[in-house]
């Protein structure tokens, strides 16, 4: 998988890795990725143009409940 840089205010990032403090989410990057997929999903399924979660994206939520202790 390739990546890019996106810039976010220098606020916005505090107040997300303030957020992410004793989740599943390792990095201010891993967290702005989720958030921008599940906006991008919900945008889509209400077009009606995908499923509710990919096979990638459930086997990383499960990792992620998983972390925390749901599973």
């Given amino acids: 998988m390739a990546f ?3 810039s976010i205010p220098k606020e916005l990032a505090g107040k ?3 957020r992410i ?5 390792h990095s201010l990057s ?4 989720y ?6 999903v919900s945008a889509e399924l209400r077009k009606g143009k995908t ?3 990919s096979r990638e994206d459930e086997a ?3 990792k992620r409940l998983k972390a925390m202790g749901y599973i």
């Fill in 60 to 62: 990383e939520l499960r």
């Fill in 30 to 33: 891993a967290y702005v990725t």
């Fill in 35 to 40: 958030i921008l997929r599940q906006v991008l």
């Fill in 16 to 18: 997300a890795k303030r």
């Fill in 51 to 53: 499923k509710a979660f």
């Fill in 21 to 25: 403090r004793g989740t599943g989410f």
């Fill in 4 to 6: 890019t840089t996106v």
